[in-house]
Structure formats: structure tokens, C-alpha cells
């Protein structure tokens, strides 16, 4: 089982950054998919999770309206587009994968994680 995890970088408070989570070595398509982030001195938060079976999406309230999650199952990949970040969107971002699919932003429930990719907003 393998998530790669990739896109971050350092951008500008008010601009964009795409996410991208390749996933291979399990059924795609069972599985949720949740984006995770941890920023030092904090503990890991569900930011958006997709539900590869019903296509359901979940976001954290600190990022509705300006975070979009979508999977491509064609590719395995699953992708969070991320606009008007904030410096407070600064964090290591994390993809996990969830069979369950039953609490959508709790990190305990997932099964599988890849490593980190790393957002940086400056102000």
C-alpha cells in the first residue's frame, strides 16, 4: 500500500495550491480518502475527506468554501484544491485512506497514510 502525497510549497496569503495524492496497492475505489494536517506544536486535523463509493465529500469548518476536494478514480488520485490560504493553513499535509468510512475527519479511524507534503503561507 503506498499514498504519495505532493504539491506543497510556499505561497502567498491569498493564493492557491492543488494537492495531489497518488494511492496504489488497494481498492481505489472502496476506500475514503481524507487530507490531514499537523502544524508544529499541534496535534493532526481532518481537513477534507471523499468517499471513493458514494462520491461524499466533508470538509473542516476552517476550510469550507475555500478548500475542494475531488477524486479521479481513473487514476488513483485524489486531489484538494486549496484557495485564499491563510498563514494559518500552514501545516504539514497529510492523505490517508479509510475502509470504514464512517467518521470522515477523524485521523484515528484510518487505515493507511502517506507522508507529508509541506504547505507554507506567508503573510
Known amino acids: 500500500v503506498q499514498l504519495q502525497a505532493s504539491g506543497g510549497g510556499l505561497v502567498q496569503a491569498g493564493g492557491s495550491l492543488r494537492l495531489s495524492c497518488a494511492a496504489s496497492g488497494f481498492i481505489f475505489d472502496d476506500y475514503a480518502i481524507g487530507w490531514f494536517r499537523q502544524a508544529p506544536g499541534k496535534e493532526r486535523e481532518g481537513v477534507s475527506c471523499?468517499?471513493?463509493?458514494?462520491?461524499?465529500?466533508y470538509y473542516a469548518d476552517s476550510v469550507k468554501g475555500r478548500f475542494t476536494i475531488s477524486s479521479d478514480n481513473a487514476k488513483n488520485t485524489v486531489y484538494l484544491q486549496m484557495n485564499s490560504l491563510k498563514p494559518e493553513d500552514t501545516a504539514v499535509y497529510y492523505c490517508a485512506a479509510d475502509w470504514d468510512r464512517l467518521l470522515p475527519l477523524d485521523p484515528i479511524e484510518y487505515d493507511f497514510w502517506g507522508q507529508g507534503t509541506l504547505v507554507t503561507v506567508s503573510s
Open positions: 471523499i468517499n471513493n463509493v458514494d462520491g461524499s465529500t
